[in-house]
């Protein structure tokens, strides 16, 4: 029996129906309504894991757990540091402790590039760790819980900075762009003036299959510690995708050029050699299927 913390939401039900669909038991432990299609078999244990208590009972008799519930939106942890930390923080200690108590063997944990903050790319694993945000301040925070869990009771440590997830369902970049270009509104590009140009930031973009993929590829690893990156290894202009989100909707919406906020950096791109290694995963979905994945979902809904 694997749980997974968070698991009704955009990455989380992706990891739960690829357990499921390999005959794996799988508890949910989520704050929010089980609306939509899961897989049957699947338990829901409705309750928030910053309570404690919900997280021991929810833990009992899994041999496996994976913490996908975090508040991640960068900008409102600039507005709400506090609760961004408060609630992450007080999450994965919850789910570690849990874990230590009933001697689960395996957790792992969705970080986030945004640990690496504006350390210079490609980001390496050992690369130096700056958060210039709270959100990825939080992430840092429960990554050093892992990492102490370890070093004291030996809870296992299995760390995956994801980097920047696309695809159906989510909130980001990808679903303001096709929106706004869909409706005709103007596609808002960030980045930098440097010497009288402007440069776009530059992003590593991954499909959330495949960052799925990575976390159930995870779940079967050794107990050890692994910090691993999940990325798509190369960078990609905002702009780029934008132009290629027009393209794809035949859309004559306009792109406007802002600066980008100095809490994130210009550039962002992922060494996966350790994921391709260790866990024997690589990603398989192309940007521009990603694009068009996204597209038809939307217009389906529409």
């Not at 690496?116 to 992430?139: F, I, M």
Request: aromatic content about 8%.
């Amino acid at each position: 029996m694997i749980l997974v913390v968070g698991g009704l939401g955009y990455i989380g039900r992706r990891v739960v129906e690829s357990l499921a669909s390999m005959g794996e038991g799988v508890r949910v432990l989520d704050k929010a309504e089980a609306g939509g299609h899961l897989p049957e078999g699947v338990e829901i244990v409705r309750g928030d894991a910053a309570e404690f208590s919900t997280v021991l009972e929810a833990m009992r008799g899994v041999r496996g757990v994976v913490n996908l519930a975090a508040y991640i939106d960068v900008h409102e942890s600039l507005l709400h540091p506090q609760k961004y930390l408060q609630n992450n923080f007080t999450v994965h200690l919850n789910v570690l402790e849990a874990a230590r108590r009933l001697g689960v063997e395996k957790v792992v944990l969705a970080s986030s590039a945004a640990v690496y903050g504006d350390a210079p790319p490609p980001l390496r694993e050992d690369a130096e760790v700056r958060p210039t945000n709270p959100y990825g301040l939080s992430k840092l925070c429960c990554e050093l819980l892992s990492q102490n869990y370890h070093a004291s009771f030996g809870t296992d440590a299995t760390i995956l900075r994801y980097f920047n997830v696309l695809g159906e369902g989510g909130r980001n970049v990808l679903k303001i762009f096709v929106e706004n270009a869909v409706d005709g509104r103007p596609l808002v590009v960030r980045g930098r003036w440097i010497g009288g140009e402007f440069v776009p930031a530059s992003r590593d973009f991954i499909y959330v299959g495949d960052v799925a993929d990575a976390t159930v590829k995870a779940l079967f690893l050794e107990p050890g510690v692994y910090k691993l990156n999940i990325g798509c290894g190369k960078p990609v202009s905002v702009r780029d995708l934008a132009e290629l989100v027009l393209r794809e909707t035949c859309s004559g919406a306009e792109i406007l050029l802002e600066e980008l906020s100095q809490h994130e950096p210009l550039m962002s791109w992922a060494d996966i050699a350790n994921a391709r290694q260790i866990l024997g995963w690589m990603p398989r979905t192309s940007l521009e299927s990603i694009v068009k994945k996204y597209v038809e979902w939307y217009k389906g809904k529409k």
